[in-house]
């Protein structure tokens, strides 16, 4: 495979090693690096041989708000990554995030021309392409377009037309935007750190991959990714990704509010949201208190009632969890396989109870599944979106290698884009 010579790993020996996948998550409370060595992309396979990570201070609500914070922590998440696998590595598969993305469906209709009416490959690829043509701001970028499925005459749930006779084929495909200017910034992140970026890729896209199995997504299951600035819900169903919504609330907000209404620091705020928090206040003790010295407070500390610390994180915790109930109502796709929650957030204590009260559906956990080598390192749903990304990206190299690597400098592609909204708003 010609294109994986610019993979440059093994320093300057610069060998092709194809079989290397780097999945980077750039999440708004850590950056993590997870360097996965694919096996030709067999996902069974897929053995984790270098973890590394870094706080995260430049980004807000998911988004890239400093490039030289961003920069630095993954100049660090990566070269602590590297030392683990004794590799040194030149791409990653990037994972995007943010209030910014939207998701929709979009569908085209087309005649089939060909002798005896055979639906070939041809057709399909223009079945989708006449869908994807929808107009897209210049302002926002195509990350993802996903065929949902196809209808051949009048017969619908078709997954794969090719082969079938017709005469009309009708193509349903999901379509994920983000802003230009988002992508950008995290893009201009990456490179800045010495690292090009074989693919950016839609945040809980990637998670699913980690957790969801694919009877879930065949049945329908919703996948919510709770993480520090964002909490990112995907809807599957028959198979494919049907809707996409990006929730600019997460565990920060918790912490934000215990340091409000305790008067403590953010730092101290999240310490004792990690050490002592609880998401649902029936579980907790009714007797046992917390002591706590609160910002410009007197010297002898004062004690907190566990459960009043539980209420103020079940408030919003209810609050996250009604909103991915609406998400769900709004996508109209049945989920008979329930809500999987992953992200660091889904690590309070009291979550899965809270969740079955709030969200009338199965709801469990979800864990990267286990993988080979450092599987332990990453063992947590704080690592679903980078075990993920590797997943993502050991299949797409080898599934769709056309469409995967991008031709040229994906920054240049984004910059052109960014232009042409300039040129088109002045
Ligand atoms: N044991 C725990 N209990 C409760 N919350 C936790 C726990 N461990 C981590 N968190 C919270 O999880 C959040 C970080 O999760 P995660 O690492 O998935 O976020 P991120 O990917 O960096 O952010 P985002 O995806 O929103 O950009 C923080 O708010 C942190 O306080
Ligand atoms: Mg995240």
């Excluded at 660090?76 to 995030?97: K, W």
Aim: aromatic share 4%.
């Amino acid at each position: 495979m010609q294109d994986l010579k610019t993979l440059s790993i093994g320093g300057t020996n610069n060998v092709a090693r194809e079989d290397i996948v780097v999945g980077l998550d750039i999440g708004t409370s850590k950056i993590a690096a997870i360097i996965g060595n694919t096996w030709q992309g067999d996902t069974e396979k897929i053995e984790i041989i270098g973890v590394g990570h870094a706080p995260s201070d430049g980004l807000r609500k998911g988004i890239v708000v400093d490039v030289d914070l961003t920069t630095a922590a993954i100049r660090q998440s990566i070269a602590d990554a590297e030392l683990m696998a004794g590799i040194e590595i030149g791409s990653v598969f990037a994972g995007i995030a943010g209030g910014h993305i939207t998701g929709q469906t979009s569908q085209a209709t087309i005649a089939v021309a060909g002798a005896g009416h055979e639906i070939t490959q041809v057709d399909v690829d223009r079945a989708i392409s006449v869908a994807e043509a929808v107009s897209i701001p210049a302002e926002r970028e195509v990350l993802h377009v996903i065929p949902q499925g196809f209808i051949v005459d009048n017969q619908d749930g078709i997954k794969d037309p090719v082969g079938m006779s017709g005469i009309r084929l009708d193509a349903y495909v999901h379509i994920v935007t983000g802003a230009v200017a988002s992508a950008l910034n995290l893009v201009k992140s990456i490179n800045n750190a010495g690292i090009t970026v074989e693919n950016i890729v839609l945040e809980p896209i990637a998670s699913a991959d980690a957790v969801l199995s694919n009877e879930e997504r065949e049945i329908g299951v919703v996948l919510a990714d709770m993480g520090g600035g964002t909490t990112d819900i995907v809807v599957y169903k028959d198979g494919a990704l049907h809707h996409t919504s990006v929730l600019a609330l997460g565990g920060d907000h918790v912490t934000n509010d215990i340091a409000t209404v305790l008067r403590m620091t953010p730092q101290e705020a999240e310490r004792l949201k990690l050490s002592r928090g609880c998401a649902c206040v029936d579980l907790v003790d009714q007797r046992d208190t917390i002591p706590i010295s609160r910002v410009g407070g007197a010297r002898r500390p004062s004690f907190l009632q566990v459960r009043d610390f539980a209420e103020i994180i079940q408030y919003r915790m209810e609050e996250i969890l009604s909103l991915i109930h609406q998400e769900i109502i709004k996508s109209h796709v049945p989920v008979p396989a329930g809500v999987v929650l992953t992200g660091g957030t889904a690590l309070f204590d009291g979550l899965l109870e809270l969740a079955e009260r709030t969200i009338p559906y199965p709801i469990r956990i979800g864990y990267p599944r286990p993988l080979k080598g450092l599987t332990d390192r990453v063992n947590s749903p704080i690592y679903a979106t980078g075990v993920g990304l590797v997943i993502y990206g050991a299949m797409k190299r080898y599934s769709e290698p056309h469409r995967t690597f991008i031709k040229g400098n994906l920054f240049d592609q984004i910059l052109k884009r960014m232009k042409d909204w300039f040129r088109d708003y002045f």
